[in-house]
């Protein structure tokens, strides 16, 4: 606390916090690693163990050399500060995260630099840099007990017969964390110490960390800060000024740089530069991306970029922590102007394994075991999982991945950027999907080492030494001693060669750059200006694609106050327009991306810029869409995929290369502190006791802490003259946190508590977090789906489209997933969900209950009341639902087939009934989970399932619309009129059923296939029934019904024909009610029925809740209107009745086209089916029509249209319309060959029929209100029709003219099952 009041206002604005020494405390001696007897612990409870065996840490059948011990931070300074405080537990976890090592001096013991993050529960950071190194052991004791625990590990293994137990060889998911830091490294130590520890002969060596915590990322200072530091122990000569100079330096006198400024403070030996970017630019980030990239490589690190944004799970696995930190820190500081908003630990402690089980996205980092196989990795879920494997160069993607817009160009971009640092953009190898098996092989050291390191090493055009020659000349450097020795030999003519070449060698390369640099200081620049670039080219994506965004951004409330209050149920972007807007190859990727939680934030970010001042991200990025909108760079472009590049490469490298050329600032010099003479006495190889008293406070004033004091004053002015304008403080911070933390969880693991307990409530925390997610996608996939529905049935505008439903429901996917995967007690398979369904399938085959799983599913699945006789019992079965994924061909692996599973029960709505049964199993679910998981908590549990039974009140039919290929075995009922006609008929009946994606062809039904049902009151009924397989058919639309007219019973009045998908349950009913045979009725030997989904008997006699519309029937017509058929059966309509049913029929067509393109639905509906255009114009035409009986003969409206063509073509022989206008002439000419076309067709469909054709094909080439002139001039009229008929009343055909022409501007297609047989 002391530092933190010797100057409070220039505390936040220092470059670094704490400075921190962990190692082993000789006081307490040797103690096993209280975390890694957690993680035997967490193990054997993972295994079904019994904890208590495990607990004690020790392991005698481990050599004491390749044990972990308990490390401790042995010194911190300052004490405490106040805005960041010191946790110990965390500071010492992340420093050694696998405890103390011990080497002899046989070991090879080079030091090891690597850096951590801590991110706290607002989300903010702190960067904690890292030199680890390897001190003598001087203590007795501890050289002592080394040599006693060595003899009773070589007891245990002589009395052992085999000395790698089953748990050593165990393919344990953690197992890779257990082997050191330096094993990995060096993998031939091992047989280097085969003889063990002998203290009479070795020499002992343990590590210890030496730590810099700082509040911004400066990597590259802090390592060489840290690098000084220790060459100043190591060294034959003690520094120019005591350590505490220096430290006391970095903690109190070097300010952290202003904005848009660079720094130069001093290290030991040599100074130090660092930069900060300005206000408008990217913010810092140090971390080498030239790196990241030759890791992974171009493509590999793309793909792992598009898994982040799409925030799924991401796990990195490397033997080296600082390339898990580089990796995770170059990947999230590309996603500007976003930020991750989940879990995010590039260094995952061995304490914390178990938070791989955690049901969130996550990025987390995992320390591999030299040459570690990784298929014996197991990890609690993998069905939404990004591997990556750094030290082998390859990935596994999860399936259904959407690619990044652009790719392939991106990638080109990104490349030319690092071969313009000479750097290979082709370091990766391939990636591997999910269905790869195996791994790839080891690589070799030398190659593992990344390309941008090898080149710098190897080049000498990159101002670079032979790696020896250059640590000897930094040794040399800055060394007082030394440099006094040269200045005596030089005045007495002795030249020191060696020294002198090296000097040589490092001016001339310097000098081939600008300003005579050093070579820190190019390598410093070099990677800065690879950085900004790389990073310029992704930001320049987010700005091309989101350019438009703010349009988009509904703020509604009128206050910040309403705004967080409300905030749940708020939509704060409308998602529907924002994708109609974009091109089309971008919205796979896009409609996912607008569903994450980092967009979310982002949003929610820019509607509270305008309370309060924008966040940083935001500014720059909303500066930089005001740059472009002032360059016009858009307008061109708004809705194309043409990729543009990023145009300011070269100025954002310019930017930083002044600043690194010319120092805006020059922190104090190190210098002697007062302070007792004597103590830290200089002892080379020993890190000494610093004095804790001057270290923990800092100077009174200086010129820096002034200046920040005055702002911080006028922050707190600003921040009194708002408050009594805004909230309550607390209160606004409890809204903040509220909002911000909305549908995530935790950010971090706390480190400095990891007792089973609280282990436990951080599970309870993912528990209450999967609930409330679940809570908030079913009532999202609800609102958007009844919102789509309302506007079927008139009211408001569409807020959903079939991307964004599919997006919704794959989100619903990855959570059900999540869930199942949470508290696993042995992972098996890839997905957690199918690995039960599999466990609950072979226990009811092997208990024989397939045919009764319970009372409840004994209920017909789709039946309506009125066709219930009809329809064969379907059976709703789990098992059933699963055998029909796992005949699926198309589906390979067990995340598809789980996926596939959910959306068929969703469609079937079954999806709340199937889990409830698969969860009764009480004993399954106990044997497959830990006592804390999900699935076995009970209230949660039922919660749930409540949840997803809501989802019942709307229809989805997303299996059918995503698994367009399958097989799909459906069956055909046609159920005749029995009163009137035969059961059966002589002739030979066929079938064609046709569906949004195709139809099946004709099939021909055996005759007389006669089943009989009977009904609630035992009367019998009997009907044709047929079952035939073919290619998934979409949602049905016509069937096309016909017989050869073959024998004496060949007359067949049908009353409709049902099918029914046999997979999904979904009967769909084509009424008809007319005859079919010669002599009958108009004579048709085949109809074109149009269907519509028969609702189930359930769903209609419990007061309509469904709510759904029929989604084959044109929606937003009232059925108010009977049409009649000609023989004058029915109530007729009336004149006004008849016009405004062609009005509804014309306005739902145009509906129709003002829909998304893959949300239209079945035209062939809308022209056909009831209430459609052609029943309107049929009553148009019928009314007043002379339909008398002339000579038992009943008169058609087609027979009228024959009629009126015969006398034009008798007209047009005679001459008679050789007067007429030419297009006139020319209307009567194509009407004259569409009705002899459709008279000429070899199909028999009848006078009703051939008048439906006329209709459509008149409508699809614009050609009706050129027609009805012709018909209504015509002789034949008067005729035919009484004096009140509509077609001989000018008003009303004019005004039907005018409706009909509003048709022409829109593409009117036909279904293949209307036009079959007409030529023209």
Not at 45 to 51: H, I, N, T, V
Not at 743 to 757: E, H, T, V, W
Not at 798 to 803: H, K, M, N, V
Not at 1009 to 1036: W, Y
């Amino acid at each position: 606390m002391s530092g933190s009041s010797a100057a409070p206002g220039a505390a936040p604005c220092r470059f670094a916090h704490y400075f921190a020494i962990c190692g082993i405390d000789t006081d307490t001696g040797l103690e096993p690693d209280e975390l890694a007897a957690l993680y035997q612990w967490l193990e054997a409870d993972r295994q079904g163990q019994d904890p208590g065996d495990a607990a004690s840490g020790e392991n005698l059948e481990q050599s004491p050399l390749k044990r972990t011990f308990k490390s401790k931070v042995l010194a911190h300074y300052p004490e405490n500060v106040e805005w960041n405080p010191f946790d110990q537990d965390a500071v010492n976890m992340l420093c050694m995260p696998k405890g103390l090592s011990f080497r002899t001096q046989t070991d090879q013991r080079d030091p090891q630099f690597h850096s951590f993050i801590i991110t706290k529960e607002d989300g903010s950071r702190t960067y904690g840099f890292v030199h680890t190194f390897y001190e003598e052991v001087t203590s007795p004791q501890i050289c002592s007990a080394m040599q006693t625990l060595h003899l009773m590990h070589n007891a245990q293994s002589t009395t052992v017969n085999n000395p790698s137990s089953a748990s050593s060889s165990s393919s344990s998911s953690m197992d890779s964390l257990a082997s050191s830091l330096d094993e990995a490294d060096h993998p031939t130590s091992s047989s280097q110490r085969a003889g063990g520890y002998d203290s009479s002969r070795d020499t002992l060596y343990v590590s210890k960390a030496m730590c810099l915590i700082t509040p911004m990322p400066f990597m590259h200072a802090c390592r060489r800060f840290l690098l000084q530091l220790h060459k100043a122990v190591s060294s034959p000569t003690a520094p120019p000024l005591p350590l505490e100079s220096y430290v006391h330096n970095i903690l109190y006198e070097v300010p952290l740089p202003a904005p848009g400024r660079s720094l130069k403070f001093h290290g030991v030996y040599e100074p130090i530069v660092c930069q900060r970017p300005g206000l408008g630019e990217l913010q810092l980030a140090d971390f080498p991306l030239a790196e990241a990239f030759s890791l992974l490589g171009v493509e590999n690190l793309v793909q792992v970029f598009t898994c982040t944004l799409l925030e799924m799970q991401i796990l990195l696995y490397s033997h080296d922590y600082q390339r898990l930190m580089t990796v995770a820190e170059g990947i999230t500081t590309l996603l500007f102007p976003f930020q991750w908003q989940h879990v995010y630990v590039p260094i995952l402690p061995a304490s914390l394994l178990h938070f791989l089980d955690a049901p969130v996205p996550y990025l987390m980092g995992l320390q591999s075991k030299e040459g570690a196989d990784r298929s014996k990795l197991e990890l609690p879920q993998e069905a939404n999982l990004c591997f990556v494997d750094i030290d082998n160069h390859y990935i596994e993607l999860p399936e259904d991945f959407p690619q990044f817009p652009n790719k392939t160009e991106f990638t080109q971009e990104l490349s030319e950027v690092l071969l313009s640092f000479n750097i290979s953009a082709n370091t990766g190898a391939p990636l591997r999907t999910r269905t790869s098996p195996g791994s790839a092989p080891c690589t070799p050291a030398r190659e593992r080492r990344p390309a941008a390191l090898r080149q710098l090493e190897d080049d000498g055009r990159n101002g670079n030494l032979a790696g020896e020659e250059l640590a000897v000349l930094e040794l040399l450097q800055g060394n007082a001693t030394l440099e006094r020795l040269q200045a005596l030999t030089r005045r007495t003519g002795v030249t020191v060669a060696r020294v002198d070449a090296l000097r040589a060698g490092v001016r001339a390369q310097g000098s081939e750059g600008p300003g005579a640099r050093t070579v820190a200081e190019e390598e410093e620049l070099r990677n800065a200006k690879l950085n900004v670039q790389l990073r310029e080219v992704f930001a320049s994506r987010f700005t091309t694609m989101f350019a438009d965004y703010e349009a988009f951004v509904i703020q509604s409330a009128p206050d910040l106050e309403s705004w967080l209050t409300n905030r749940e149920q708020m939509h704060n972007f409308d998602k529907a327009s924002f994708l109609s807007d974009q091109p089309e190859p971008y919205l796979p990727f896009l409609s996912h991306f607008i569903e994450t939680q980092m967009f979310a934030t982002f949003i929610d970010n820019k509607i509270m810029s305008q309370w309060e001042e924008k966040e940083p991200l935001l500014r720059v990025f909303d500066g930089r869409i005001e740059k472009a909108r002032l360059y016009n760079v858009r307008a061109s472009t708004l809705r194309s995929s043409c990729y543009q590049r990023c145009s300011i490469l070269k100025e954002s490298a310019q930017a930083i290369e002044q600043r690194l050329m010319k120092i805006d600032h020059t922190a104090i010099h190190p210098h002697l502190l007062d302070m007792k003479i004597g103590q830290g006495k200089y002892e080379q190889g020993f890190f000494p006791k610093l004095q804790a008293d001057v270290l923990n406070t800092g100077p009174t004033s200086n010129k820096w802490s002034h200046r920040t004091a005055t702002a911080q004053r006028r922050k707190d002015r600003h921040r009194q003259q708002t408050e009594h304008l805004g909230l309550d403080n607390d209160l606004k911070e409890k809204y903040m946190q509220e909002a911000r933390i909305l549908g995530k969880n935790l950010r971090q693991p706390k480190l400095s508590d990891l007792s089973p307990a609280v282990i436990a409530q951080t599970n309870w925390k993912f528990v209450e977090g999967l609930l409330k997610e679940c809570r908030m996608k079913t009532k999202r996939m609800l609102v958007e789906k009844m919102g789509r529905e309302a506007v079927e049935l008139g009211h408001g505008e569409a807020s959903i489209t079939g991307l964004e439903e599919n997006t919704l429901i794959a989100s619903l996917c990855d959570l059900l997933e999540r869930i199942w995967s949470h508290g696993l007690q042995v992972k098996q398979g890839k997905s957690a969900l199918w690995s039960h369904l599999l466990h609950y399938q072979a226990r009811e085959e092997k208990l024989g209950q397939q045919q009764a799983e319970s009372p409840v599913s004994n209920v017909p699945e789709r039946r309506k009341s009125d066709c219930c006789v009809a329809m064969p019992f379907l059976r709703v079965s789990l098992t059933q639902d699963m055998r029909h994924i796992q005949s699926m061909s198309e589906i390979k692996t067990d995340v598809g087939r789980a996926r596939a599973w959910i959306r068929l029960s969703l469609e079937k709505k079954l999806l709340s009934q199937h889990l409830k049964q698969l969860l009764s199993r009480h004993a399954l679910t106990r044997k497959l989970y830990k006592r804390y998981a999900f699935l076995r908590c009970e209230e949660e549990k039922e919660q749930f399932l409540f949840h997803l039974l809501s989802l019942n009140t709307v229809d989805y039919f997303c299996f059918t619309s995503v698994f367009t290929t399958i097989m799909i075995p459906y069956r055909v009922i046609i159920i005749p009129i029995k009163k009137l006609s035969n059961a059966m008929t002589t002739s030979n009946p066929w079938v064609c059923v046709s569906g949004e994606l195709r139809d099946s062809g004709i099939m021909q039904i055996p005759k007389n296939v006669l089943e009989m049902t009977f009904d609630s009151a035992f009367r019998p009924h009997t009907h044709i029934s047929a079952l035939f397989k073919c290619q998934n058919l979409g949602k049905l639309t016509t069937v096309q019904l016909g017989h050869d007219n073959a024998g004496l019973l060949a007359k067949w009045l049908v009353d409709c024909v049902l099918v029914r998908n046999e997979i999904t349950g979904h009967t769909y009913r084509f009424p008809c009610g007319r005859w079919l045979g010669k002599g009958v009725d108009d004579g048709s030997l085949e109809r074109v029925l149009i269907g519509e989904l028969a609702v189930p008997s359930g769903e209609e006699d419990s007061g309509k809740g469904c709510g759904t519309p029929p989604l084959l029937r044109s929606p937003s017509q009232a059925r108010r209107i009977s049409i009649t058929s000609l023989s004058g059966r029915g109530n007729k309509p009336t004149s006004a009745q008849i016009q405004e049913a062609i009005g509804e029929a014309v306005i739902n067509i145009i509906k129709h086209f003002h829909k998304p393109e893959k949300e239209r639905g079945s035209l062939t509906v809308l022209l056909c089916g009831e209430n459609s255009l052609v029943a309107a114009l049929e009553q148009f035409f019928h009314f007043g029509f002379k339909a008398a009986r002339l000579f038992q003969k009943t008169m058609f409206v087609w027979d009228f249209v024959e009629k009126a063509v015969a006398h034009m073509e008798s007209a047009d022989q005679m001459g008679d319309l050789q007067e007429t206008v030419e297009p006139l002439g020319m209307t009567c000419q194509s009407l004259c060959h569409y009705v002899n076309a459709i008279n000429s067709t070899s199909r028999n469909i009848g006078k009703d029929g051939k008048f439906q054709l006329l209709v459509c094909l008149g409508a699809r080439d614009r050609l009706l209100p050129q027609w009805l002139p012709l018909l209504v001039e015509c002789p034949v009229i008067p005729r035919m029709y009484e004096d009140t008929a509509l077609l001989r009343d000018r008003t009303s055909v004019n005004a039907l003219i005018g409706v009909l022409e509003t048709l022409h501007e829109f593409p009117v297609t036909l279904e293949a099952s209307l036009v079959k047989g007409i030529d023209l």
